[in-house]
């Protein structure tokens, strides 16, 4: 899933950048608040990590602008340990949740999968339909209860057409969600992820909808689950 880094601090933006690419997730990182506003406004993410000490527009007035217009895209501070009160001004600010610095890695992602989690309305760490199993901790699947075998992207396109079961999602939506803007990605590259998945999977699990997109049918049997 692709999400929005903000932190103006050169050192730490890269390891923050690494650290999560490393934990599955497609990192935009925007070392400025002004500049993350206009990404935020033209684009989508699944969550933003936010600094809240930032050059041109602070991440408190970054999350001011955000929540003012009824964008709901969660997010996570990250905060200085001994400031209880950015904390505080976060979290009433419309943040989702917080990290303290020193920032551990494992932590940040766990905290950024649940918020998108609860975004999605499943508290639950596991997502299912139909016979596809995900676990987007562990980034492993199984369908019909045996392991499958994902490369990332494949693993990244699956778990967002189960996250919008029901759904179609055109190739364009799908591309911007799940990769980076400088990923070169070839033109048909959704095409052919979704060609493995279902060599790995069965052909019927992801359907495409002529000149529309892609969408995994609800089956009536998802369910999140532990
Ligand atoms: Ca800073």
Redesign the pocket.
């Known amino acids: 899933m692709r999400i929005l880094l903000v ?3 050169a050192l ?1 933006g890269d390891a923050l950048q690494a650290g999560l690419r490393e934990a599955g997730f497609a990192v935009e990182w925007l070392e400025d608040g002004s500049a993350a506003d206009v990404a935020l406004r033209g684009e989508e993410f699944k969550a933003v990590v936010l ?5 041109r527009l602070t ?1 408190l007035e970054l999350l001011q602008r955000l929540r003012g217009r009824g964008d709901r895209t969660p997010v996570v501070v ?1 905060t200085a340990r001994d400031a209880v009160e950015d904390r505080v001004k976060g979290l009433d600010g419309g943040a989702d949740d917080y990290v303290v610095k020193p920032i551990a890695i494992a932590e940040l992602a766990a905290r950024l999968r649940a918020v998108v989690r609860r975004s999605q309305g499943a508290a639950a760490g596991l997502l299912q339909v139909g016979h596809v199993v995900v676990d987007p901790a562990a980034r492993t699947a199984t369908f019909r209860g045996r392991p499958v075998e994902l490369q990332p992207r494949e693993f990244a396109l699956l778990h967002e057409l189960l996250l919008n079961a029901g759904r179609v999602l055109t190739r364009s939506q799908l591309e911007s969600r799940l990769y980076e803007w400088d990923s070169g990605l070839d033109s048909n590259a959704i095409e052919v992820h979704v060609h493995h998945l279902r060599r790995k999977l069965e052909p019927g699990v992801i359907r495409t909808v002529r000149g529309v997109g892609y969408m995994v049918p609800r089956t009536g049997g998802e369910r999140e689950r532990r």
Request: proline content about 9%; glycine content about 18%; cysteine-free.
């Open positions: 932190e103006d601090d730490l600094d809240l000490g930032l050059p991440g990250l």
